[in-house]
């Protein structure tokens, strides 16, 4: 095995070693040939020890595991993406082209040192914190590592943006400056039934139950039913749907990112900012929460089975707590006044 450590001597006489990997350099702090030849043999010793052991242990798993002493981060990040379907799969497939991955995608899962990890990290975003966990993990469950590359408790804390929800007069202001008629449709839905953007662009007629007065959709992120049972507005604003299809066929045919992008140009036309399509499910989780509405109802018609994660939809909610008294006997309304009512016949031209 070649040597990691060699042996030269400066002008004042000194003995140092050179690292041959990283070319540093560092003083051994003596001036006799014996003396330094004996450190020198020690520091290298002390680094073919561990790393013989590994030689070792990648000899036995590439006889259970042919695969074993091959397999890199880039075969792990495909593999996971077979698992992914619809739009969660270009979700992944998007996130793996973060250029911050390149400093580990061809490097050996037995070969990955922290400080590579904490590398790709230092340059990537919180995006990059999250994937980097779910690869990582998805490695410990397949058994294709020992031991975590970076320990549980080490890893940097995952800080997201500031996220709220869309006032009652941001929404009226967005609503007032479009005048195409299914972008319209679109706001109205998703401030009144809170639905993801993806899941109200795709609703079809035969998703509605007239009689019963309820939506019923399967979300396409986690595949949850929900179930949502709308008021009078809500049907006053569709009093004109087809009899099948697509409610909204134009804006169905739109990438998600399209009407992101759309939202935002007329967000910045009427001077509102830091939302996006998906605040107003925030805002309707904390219009739930505020009015009183059964954390329950506001997690199934939210299409979230978990209590924690209503919770965070609705953390900037501002509820009033009326006194038991005053709630029994139903003296104080505890549901704010509501944003205006918009009749917009799905079918009109814009």
């Known amino acids: 095995m070649k040597q990691r450590f060699t042996l030269y001597r400066r002008s004042n006489g000194m003995f140092y070693c050179e690292d041959t990997h990283t070319r540093k350099q560092q003083s051994l702090k003596t001036k006799d ?7 020198l043999h020690c ?22 595991d042919g695969d074993s002493t091959k397999r890199t ?22 996130a793996m082209k973060d250029s911050a991955f390149d400093l580990i995608r061809n490097v050996g899962l037995f070969e990955t040192r922290p400080e590579q990890f904490f590398a790709v990290l230092k340059i990537g975003t919180v995006s990059t914190n999250v994937f980097l966990r779910r690869i990582q993990n998805f490695a410990l469950d397949m058994n294709w590592l020992p031991r975590p590359v970076i320990p549980r408790r080490q890893w940097p804390a995952i800080t997201f943006k500031e996220k709220r929800g869309i006032t009652a007069e941001e929404h009226e202001a967005i609503f007032a400056g479009e005048r195409d008629a299914e972008w319209r449709a679109v706001y109205e839905l998703l401030w009144n039934i809170g639905g993801a ?16 007065q309820v939506i019923s959709f399967e979300r396409m992120k986690t595949g949850s039913v929900v179930q949502l049972h709308f008021g009078g507005h809500v049907a006053a604003l569709m009093r004109s749907p087809p009899a099948r299809g697509q409610l909204l066929p134009r804006i169905a045919a739109m990438k998600e990112s399209d009407r992101a992008k759309a939202f935002m140009r007329r967000c910045r036309l009427v001077k509102v900012s830091g939302v996006s399509l998906h605040s107003y499910r925030y805002s309707w989780a904390e219009r739930a929460k505020v ?20 919770r965070a939809y609705a953390k900037k909610a501002q509820m009033k707590l009326p006194s038991l008294e005053d709630y029994e006997r139903k003296i104080i309304p505890l549901q704010p006044s509501p944003a ?6 799905l079918r009109a031209t814009a």
């Open 33 to 39: 040939e014996n003396e330094a030849h004996t450190l």
């Open 43 to 64: 520091k290298n010793e002390a680094f073919r020890q561990p790393i013989l052991n590994q030689q070792i242990a990648l000899t036995y798993l590439s006889a259970a």
């Open 73 to 94: 981060w880039q075969d792990v990040m495909v593999l996971m993406a077979q698992s992914k379907k619809k739009s969660t799969l270009v979700r992944w497939q998007s």
């Open 197 to 212: 953007q993806s899941d109200v662009a795709q609703l079809r007629a035969e998703d509605i139950d007239w009689s019963l």
């Open 291 to 310: 009015c009183g509405y059964p954390e329950r109802f506001a997690q199934q018609a939210l299409g979230h089975g978990s209590k924690a994660v209503h």
């Open 340 to 345: 205006p009512v918009h009749d917009i016949p």
